[in-house]
């Protein structure tokens, strides 16, 4: 990695005590900017570093790119937060923290005594970052949360994302974590912009239900008036203009976002249907329905869109600025000129030569650069480096390790 980078949260320290995704996610963008975490891990570690067994990927210590994903450029401690000398040294880290980030549930916290109240006056610059399944309040705060269910089962995304009656689809694993990890990013950020001005800490909170209800927002408010429900139905579909259609090398191809009564002679034209163009019966959408012409409409789309590929299409309707896009697969990612030359994607070399194709924090600045990835290593590797850092002496390192107080 490059010395010397200009990086916007220099100077910034973070401590992380979470696990898995969201939490570890944000954590891992505050750092990739700047930002200084050390993230305190148990004894046994992050669960998220052995999710690459069930997913079939490498995950050794100095080879596991998906534990990467959300924990590169930190440092890592282990500490037994339960025992009084890690307790201690957890709380000697927060003496010069500027944010503290968890996803510890509420009453464990609150048993550790590491609860927001407690904490608030000892440390009332720090700001209290705290992560949850279903938020704060309620009868289901102390539920356990994960991006399958609070995020996609809880907020009716799920539910209204596929055709009626079908066995549920299973979405990409933490792509509900991800997409929060930016909204908790967000409020951090807020917070020390707001700490800048009043110069006083403040908590923090999000949930994955919070962010689950607002990233299906529209549906939330549409839901309430005539739709009841938003589910596709391939059988019924009211606007030839927008939707998938299967192409001549088996790929789908949506379109998208264009104006039926504005774009519908251009797209004819396109399509070569020619005697649609100015015919009343085809003007409007309420036309379609009013002369019985919807379906014939569409089987003629479909036809159309059959006789070349998607890529070929794709091509045409873009040159005639109808928006569109093929359907791809995520292995083709890694290739997709697109990802490689605006540095979204980028190759890491990983233990014993191994190369992979990692998605990078997709923010970019024109006067600040960002760390590039590197190899996270064992659970507990900078342990050493931080409590000498914070004032032990090596005998005394010795001593916690052999009590099991960290590792």
């Not at 944010?99 to 005594?113: D, E, K, P, Y």
């Not at 797209?267 to 959408?285: Q, W």
Request: aromatic content about 10%.
């Amino acid at each position: 990695m490059k010395q010397n980078i200009n990086l916007p949260l220099t100077g910034v320290k973070v401590v992380e005590l979470s696990t898995v995704v969201a939490a570890p996610t944000t954590a891992r963008m505050l750092c990739a900017y700047g930002a200084e975490v050390i993230k305190v891990e148990t004894s046994y570690g992050d669960e998220h570093r052995t999710t690459g067994d069930f997913k079939q990927v490498p995950y050794e210590d100095d080879k596991n790119p998906i534990f990467t994903i959300n924990n590169s450029n930190k440092m890592f401690i282990s500490i037994n937060i339960k025992s009084d000398k890690g307790k201690e040294a957890l709380l000697r880290l927060l003496e010069n923290a500027d944010i503290f980030l968890t996803n510890i549930r509420a009453a464990s916290l609150q048993r550790a005594g590491l609860d927001y109240d407690t904490l608030k006056d000892r440390f009332p610059k720090l700001i209290y970052a705290h992560f949850t399944g279903y938020g704060p309040k309620g009868p289901d705060a102390n539920d356990p949360g994960f991006d399958s269910t609070a995020f996609w089962l809880r907020s009716g995304g799920q539910a209204e994302w596929q055709e009626k009656n079908a066995y549920p689809f299973t979405p990409t694993y933490a792509f509900g974590d991800m997409a929060t990890s930016s909204t908790f990013l967000s409020g951090i950020l807020m917070a020390l912009i707001g700490r800048e001005r009043t110069g006083i800490g403040t908590k923090v909170e999000t949930s994955l239900l919070a962010s689950g209800i607002w990233c299906n927002a529209i549906g939330v408010v549409e839901t309430q008036f005539e739709h009841k429900n938003l589910n596709p139905d391939p059988e019924n579909r009211n606007d030839p203009l927008s939707g998938y259609y299967m192409c001549k090398d088996g790929r789908w191809i949506g379109v998208y976002e264009n104006d039926f009564k504005r774009d519908k002679d251009k797209y004819c034209k396109v399509l070569g249907l020619d005697d649609m163009i100015g015919d009343p019966r085809f003007a409007t959408m309420s036309a379609l329905v009013e002369n019985g012409v919807l379906q014939e409409m569409l089987d003629r789309f479909t036809e159309k869109f059959l006789s070349k590929t998607s890529f070929e299409w794709r091509k045409i309707l873009i040159e005639n600025s109808i928006s569109c896009e093929v359907m791809r697969e995520m292995n083709a990612i890694t290739t997709d000129p697109q990802a490689v030359e605006n540095g979204y994607v980028e190759e890491v070399e990983f233990a014993d030569g191994m190369k992979v194709m990692m998605p990078c924090p997709p923010i970019f600045f024109s006067n600040y650069e960002r760390k590039s990835y590197d190899i996270t290593g064992p659970i507990g590797r900078d342990t050493d480096l931080i409590f000498t850092k914070l004032g032990y002496s090596e005998a005394e390192i010795f001593k916690m390790k052999e009590d099991g107080a960290i590792r």
